[in-house]
């Protein structure tokens, strides 16, 4: 797969919030198949309210799917959001263009920018990526635990 993927050929599920379109050509006599891909508008509008209730409103995950549910929004496959499908969505760099295979640490990454079309610009990837660094950092449960009973 990394060879493919090395070559600029998306392997897997399409990403949120976009979709691959393929068409057939004859070219020379053979047959070709060209491969572009398209925003898909309403998901993107979900990214968008993603975006802007993380890094505007400082809202955490949970708050988020909450919100979307509230709205009447559903995943890709009909059901609820969930914490971690907004964790999932807003992390991947194809919201930037972005193709990234392979997980750190791991093997040596390949990554291809300009790839898909923006969804987020580099500004806002910039303040999300900053935002979502801040929460990592902050303690997570109860704000304040004291060691008296009372």
């Known amino acids: ?13 399409d990403p949120y919030g ?3 379109v393929r068409s057939f050509e004859t070219e020379g006599g053979r047959s070709v198949v060209r491969r572009a891909w398209e925003i898909v508008p309403a998901e993107a509008e979900v990214i968008r309210h993603i975006w802007r ?6 809202k955490g995950y949970l708050a988020v799917a909450d ?13 609820i959001w969930r914490a971690g499908n907004v964790s999932w ?5 194809s919201l930037n263009g972005r193709m990234v295979y392979g997980k750190e640490g ?4 390949v990554s291809l920018d300009d790839f898909f079309p923006e969804i987020l610009t580099d500004a806002e990837w910039k303040q999300l990526r ?3 660094a801040i929460r990592r950092e902050m303690p997570r449960g ?3 635990v004291s060691e008296y009973l009372l």
Do not use: P
Not at 53 to 58: A, G
Not at 89 to 93: C, Q, T
Not at 106 to 109: A, F, G, M, P
């Open 1 to 13: 797969m990394a060879k493919a993927v090395a070559k600029g050929v998306h392997v897997g599920t």
């Open 53 to 58: 209730m993380l890094v505007q409103e400082n």
């Open 106 to 109: 791991e093997q040596e990454l």
């Open 89 to 93: 969505v807003i992390r991947s760099e």
């Open 142 to 144: 109860k704000g304040h």
């Open 18 to 20: 976009l979709h691959q």
């Open 67 to 79: 919100a979307l549910n509230a709205m009447g929004y559903r995943t890709r496959r009909g059901k």
């Open 130 to 132: 900053e935002r979502l």
